[in-house]
Nanobody
Framework: QVQLVESGGGLVQAGGSLRLSCAAS????????MGWFRQTPGKEREFVGA????????YYADSVKGRFTISRDNAKNTAYLQMNSLKPEDTAVYYC???????????????WGQGTQVTVSS
């Protein structure tokens, strides 16, 4: 059974940092892309960034480029989203997801975590 489990969300002041983790299990993800998305009430799920599990190439949405960094630890089968210089508009539920494709479209991701809340206070 494939599982993606996020952790690390919480409340932080503007300008602060958080690191989210996404622990993957249940299959080999070496050929997958691990994506991070976020969603606020009433809005569509938004692509934040992604990493190719093999090779580690990363891709980011313009809104987070230069502030967020995605990495992965192959030994731990875990992907990370390091978020720096957080802004109130970064407040959302953050999800990790896995896809065979490098895509910003959430509908093309096969597996999803349960989400973790990130709240940035002003």
């Amino acid at each position: 059974q494939v599982q993606l489990v996020e952790s690390g969300g919480g409340l932080v002041q503007a300008g602060g940092s958080l690191r989210l983790s996404c622990a993957a299990s249940g299959r080999t993800f070496s050929s997958y892309v691990m994506g991070w998305f976020r969603q606020t009430p009433g809005k569509e799920r938004e692509f934040v960034g992604a990493i190719r599990w093999s090779g580690g190439s990363t891709y980011y949405a313009d809104s987070v480029k230069g502030r967020f960094t995605i990495s992965r630890d192959n030994a731990k089968n875990t992907a990370y989203l390091q978020m720096n210089s957080l802004k109130p508009e970064d407040t959302a539920v953050y999800y990790c997801a896995a896809s065979k494709l490098l895509t910003v479209a959430p509908g093309l991701y096969d597996y999803w975590g349960q989400g973790t809340q990130v709240t940035v206070s002003s």
